[in-house]
């Protein structure tokens, strides 16, 4: 048997907006008018180019640019897009929206 009610989440308040330790971080970053937040960037550029260290420099751009998009590959023998997407739209239609 179970403790809820069908429909009743067993969790109403939801999951946390923020993590704890990420609201931790924050407010200690912000500590002494941000000051904590320019030396994590500073050390970072430190890191970054007097030590050349790659992760670093990623991060950097990562932060400033967001990370790039990924590729993705797909290879089809015997078939050209449009008939591979045809096939696909007939195979969810004929097994109900792929459901």
């Known amino acids: 048997m179970s403790m ?11 999951r946390p907006k923020i993590a704890p330790m990420t609201a931790a971080l924050r407010e200690a970053g912000a500590a002494n008018d941000g000051e904590r937040w320019k030396k ?3 050390v970072l550029w430190s890191m970054a180019l007097d030590d050349r260290d790659l992760a670093a420099l990623k991060t950097i751009f990562e932060r400033l640019e967001g990370k790039p998009a990924q590729a993705i590959a797909l290879q ?3 078939s050209s897009l449009p008939e591979l997407l045809a096939r696909m739209a007939a195979n969810a239609t004929n ?5």
């Open 95 to 99: 097994t109900g929206g792929g459901q």
């Open 76 to 78: 089809v023998e015997g």
């Open 40 to 42: 994590a960037a500073e």
């Open 4 to 14: 809820w009610k069908p429909g009743q989440s067993g969790n109403p308040a939801g």
